[in-house]
Structures are given as structure tokens and as C-alpha cells.
């Protein structure tokens, strides 16, 4: 039966990504090698990693002076580099959930953080209004929660630079990099295998802090050695690059919005036309098109665990929501076809029938 | 044309573990799914997990007491992960090589460190000597100088805590794993493709240090959670768990041991009865069995890439030595068969005849 992948992440991957990941994991580049035993400073990976870095500058048009790294290590690593190395004195943070808490933990070992806006006390339904002051060194949000379904589509307007996790939702709409010092994403949702963070990084925002930074941990490390100063995680490259191949086939990030906007709306219509299925997220406009979060209404909150099963009966799979949201959750990434949401919208439709 | 595979790392993989993880990557455990989309929280991904994390316990006869994680990062990453958690005062390190090196770099970072041997002086040719002081936290060494082809093939006897970096010769001999605080290994040699690090740690040794660690680069947080703290790097856990499979299928690593000893010795036989080529360990009790260096004595120096040339038409690929060392290099880790020593010895031989 054919499965509609709906989990948070690791998360669907297109077929050309897959189809050809297991190809070069039996021979590579024609080297009679297989991906997984071939030398990452051979010329056939050096060219991965060129196209790669490429692609990701062309399809979000990173302007001059800004590297693209790709790193081991997660996005949750990510929550201590930025602040070894970007942190002078204080910074601002947005606290929109999960992820954004654990990054301000992490930014709190460096200098002072200012909290500028928090939905935690409401659980995370919105995106909080903020005002970021005009002293501190840099002001980071999380793009997109994947765990709460909400999104900030949209590059705010500060005076200061930004710094911004987009792991869950980059590559679905063009991004004004000039506006950011860096920009850094996990790669297991809208782009390759668990593995790899993708890092956008402004030369010119390096090297201003007191501290000694470790070596692996200082951006300067990677931008020098073009993201090879180690063995860097070379299948999650490889499929990496795959889907950015795709994306530019495509018709790049502009195209991919469009998709995804499609598919977001057409669930988001089943969901509030329901009478059984409301959405978690209290402001609309906040809500995220790679993460829609919904529940059953409190009349049929008992039949959840039922409709994971009937839906999981049609191939329906990743569609139990966080623990700390309960419910549903479908992931709309990328590469999910509108052929799976058709599939979950209907199976809703047909559940509410049968009750 | 088949491959006769001497890369020094990323480096050849198992037969077993390629085929393995490239029909994985088409359909993981039967569900229908892709390997590189499938959730880490699934339990058949947790079953990947556990059974690694237990193969690595049994083949290293791990005791009671220790950890077993499987990190992104890179070994380099470890470099400072180690002093993070570990260095309170003093540490003493022996530089062996580049590796070493670098990890000294960076535990000076957070404390002081006694380099007790270094055989820099003389391009890191042998192991020095050396003695641990009694009042050091810990004493770390590299077991395996993958560049220069040296080798520490036993724990040492210290008064001290011991940590190990053995990313280029771990389950290549039974380890005394009692005497260590850590050891880590970059998969990528001996076990895995690259992006996962094997961390086995002894639990009561962690929590003795004043600093504050990053969340992420504090083992506890990995301990703590089973190696699942944030997204692991699935694919290469996957396969790593394919090549501990066949490890123990074999019989563990006395009989991995015995492989690698017959190997080395055939090739180093080869080249000490050469006329034509010699090695470049000075001394003979410290030539490493996972990675043979060696040159043409002056007289034929300039018929070196010549060979390289020679033997690449026979399928005999990565065996260009490090530039810092320069000739050639023979990496026979585990997974390289008999046959591609032979094919390598019978091509010296017949350039010998040639020339």
C-alpha cells in the first residue's frame, strides 16, 4: 500500500532524492565505489559539495559575503555556536516554542538575553507581538514550530541583524538573506536525511567576540576550509544536493511556496469547515504551512486514537500530534504530493460520516 | 573493473553493510519507507539504536557503568567535547600526530595540559616515550596515527583515567575498556560512512567539572537521553549497526584482529623485502596495522606517481600518501579483503620487474 508521509522529522524526502541516494550507495559518480567508502577529498565529492553550496546561494539568492556551510552535528548544536560566535554582549530572542526556549538557554551561558516576546504561558498558540531594542547584537526566532504548527512567513523588520532557525520550513518561500547574520537549518525536513545542518553565515558578523571559541565550534573553521575542515557528513550531502537539483528543476522557492500554500489551504479549509476537527493555533495568520496542528472538538476528543487507526488503514502515517499538543499533526513538507492531503482530507471526511 | 579499495577514511565499507543500508534506503524494516524519511522516534528506528548501542557493549565487552552514544559532529568535535566535560585541572596528552595535535589544541583551552612524548621532531615516525604523571585528570592519546601510519595496539599502563581517540583502528583488537573515561571513534574507518562518532563513557566520571557546558556538548544530555537528545544521524547509526552485526557474525574482534594481522604483515613482508620500496615508521613495534605508509627509496623517488598510475589500472585505488608524509598509503581496515593486499603486493612486484 502506498504511504502518505506525514511525520514532523526526519520527514518525506521526494523519490529523485531517494532513488538516487540508493543508487550511489551501491556506485557512486561512476567511481565503481560505493557513497558511503569514497573519500570526501575526492574530486567526484568536492564537486557534491560545490554544487550543493551553489544551489543553496542560487535558490535563496544569497547575496555576496555570505558562506554556506554544511555541518554534522544538528540544529540543536546550533543553539551554542550561534551565540559563541555572534554573542557580544546581549542579544534578543523570541520564545514561540520549543526549540526557541532551548536556544535561549543556550544563548544565556554567552551574555545577557532579552526575552522579547513569549507565548509559553498560552502554550505556544501564537506567534507573540515583539519589539526588538536597537542595542543588542543580534535578534533570533524560529521560523517556523513544528511542534505547535506556527509560522512567521515573513522576514521581520528590525534594526538590528537577525538570526533565524528556519530547520522546518526553508525552501518554502524566498528568504531576504541580507537581513540576516546567519541562518541555519536542520536538514531532515525540506531538504536530506537526518545528519546535516545547513548554516548561512555574513563573513563579515564573524570574529567580533572576546571569548576563545573551540575550533569545530567557530564558523571562521568551516567558512575557510569550504565546510571541509573535517570529514563532513557526506551521504546527507549527496541527498542534499538531490533536492536542491529538484527545487531548481522546479522553478525554485517561489514555485515550492506556491505548492505549499496549495496544500496548507486546502487542509486548513477541511479543518475549519469540519464539525469534528478544530485548529490549535488561535491566529490564524500565524499558522504554519509545514506543520498544521489540529484536534477533535471536546465532544469527540475520545475518538482521536480511533481516527490515527482508520486513517493509518489508508496508508495515513506521522499524523499523531506532540505530546505536548495532543491531536494531530501533518506535516506538509516539500515533497508530500497533494495526492497525500487529498487522502487525509477525505479520510476526515469519511470518519466524521461514519460518527 | 572491480575496486581494490586502500582509502584512508571515509574508507571501504562491508559488501553487508552497503547492500544492507542501500535497500533500506528504498524500503526501512518493511514499512514502506524510505531509511532517509523515516522518524527517529519510530520503534523501528529505536530497535536500530538499541541493538547498536548493545553490539558495541558486546564486542568491546564493555562493563557495567559505561554509556554507549552515537554522536554527529565528527571525531573533531570531540577534541573539545572531551575537556568540556572532563578536564578539571590538568590533563596529559601524548602528540603522536596531527590528530593528537589538534586535540591538544584544544584541551588547552580549558586547562592545563602536560604533553608528556611527542615525536613531532621527527615527523611523528614513531610513538615516543613517555611517563603520566600521577596528578593529571586524565591521559589522552591517539591509538591509531592515521597519516603517519603509527599505532598504539594496547592500553596502556598509567595511574590515571584514560581517554582514547580510536577513530581509525577500533574494532580492530579487544580493548580493556576499564581503564578508560572515554573513548571515541569516528565511524568512518572501521564501522560506518561518515557522520556519527561512537562515544563509550564511563557515567561516574561525568559531572566533576565547575564550567557550565552547552546543553549539547555535555554527555550527560546524551547519556541522559540514550543518545536521542535531538535528530541522530540515522543513516550512518543504520549502517553502523549492519557492520557490528557482521562483526559479531565473524566472531568478534580477536577474529578481526587475526585478519588485520595477516594483512599488514603480508604487505609490510612485501615492502622490507623490497629493493625498491621501504617504510617510513622508524620504528618497526609501532607500524600501525590499519594503515601502512611507505615510499620509494631515494633512487626510484621520481617513479612514484608512475606506481600510483601503475597500480590504479589494476583497480587499486587510494593510495597516495598524506602530503605531509608523501609516497604511499595502504589502508587495510577491516572491511578490505585479503585479495586487495595481494592485488597491491603483486603490483609492486611487477613494477619492480619493470623497472
Known amino acids: 500500500m502506498k504511504k502518505h508521509n506525514f511525520y514532523a522529522g526526519p520527514s518525506i524526502l521526494s523519490q529523485y532524492t531517494i532513488k538516487n541516494t540508493a543508487d550511489a550507495v551501491i556506485n557512486f559518480a561512476d567511481m565503481g565505489l560505493s557513497l558511503l567508502e569514497i573519500s570526501h577529498r575526492s574530486k567526484e565529492f568536492q564537486a557534491v559539495m560545490d554544487e550543493a553550496q551553489q544551489l543553496v546561494k542560487e535558490l535563496l539568492e544569497v547575496p555576496e559575503g555570505y558562506s554556506v556551510l554544511f555541518l554534522g552535528g544538528g540544529a540543536s548544536l546550533q543553539f551554542c ?33 532579552d526575552v522579547v516576546g513569549s507565548s509559553e504561558a498560552d502554550g505556544y498558540t501564537y506567534i507573540p507581538k515583539f519589539e526588538v531594542p536597537d542595542d543588542v547584537d543580534y535578534f533570533h526566532y524560529t521560523s517556523n514550530n513544528t511542534i505547535y504548527g506556527t509560522e512567521m512567513r515573513y522576514d521581520p523588520d528590525v534594526k538590528v541583524p537577525m538570526v533565524a532557525d528556519m530547520s522546518s520550513d526553508i525552501f518554502s518561500r524566498p528568504v531576504d538573506v541580507a537581513k540576516y547574520d546567519a541562518i541555519y537549518a536542520g536538514a531532515q525536513k525540506n531538504l536530506a536525511p537526518a545528519g546535516v545542518t545547513i548554516i548561512i553565515v555574513k563573513d563579515e558578523a564573524l570574529g567580533h567576540v572576546d571569548r576563545v571559541i573551540p575550533t569545530m565550534l567557530d564558523y571562521r573553521t568551516h567558512v575557510k576550509k569550504g ?31 506556491k505548492l505549499d500554500l496549495d496544500k496548507a489551504g486546502k487542509l486548513y479549509e477541511a479543518i475549519d469547515s469540519s464539525r469534528m476537527f478544530t485548529g490549535t493555533v488561535t491566529n490564524p495568520a500565524d499558522r504554519s504551512i ?39 499533526r501533518a506535516s506538509l513538507y516539500n515533497a508530500l504530493p497533494m495526492e497525500s492531503v487529498d487522502a487525509l482530507v477525505e479520510a476526515m471526511a469519511d470518519f466524521q460520516k461514519k460518527h
Not at 541527498?239 to 522557492?253: D, F, I, N, P, W
Open 81 to 113: 555556536m550561534i551565540p559563541f560566535n555572534l554573542l557580544k554582549k546581549k542579544a534578543a530572542y523570541l520564545d514561540t516554542g520549543t526549540w526557541a526556549h532551548n536556544a535561549i538557554k543556550e544563548a544565556r551561558i554567552f551574555g545577557d538575553v
Open 290 to 328: 509545514m506543520n498544521v496542528c489540529f484536534v477533535m472538538k471536546p465532544e469527540y476528543k475520545e475518538l482521536e486514537p480511533e481516527f490515527i487507526k482508520f486513517a493509518g488503514e489508508r496508508g495515513i502515517v506521522g499524523i499523531k500530534g506532540h505530546r505536548s499538543v495532543g491531536g494531530f
Open 227 to 257: 565546510s571541509m575542515f573535517n570529514t563532513p557528513p557526506v551521504l546527507p550531502i549527496f541527498s542534499a544536493l538531490q533536492t536542491l537539483r529538484l527545487y531548481k528543476e522546479m522553478g525554485g522557492v517561489k514555485v515550492l511556496e
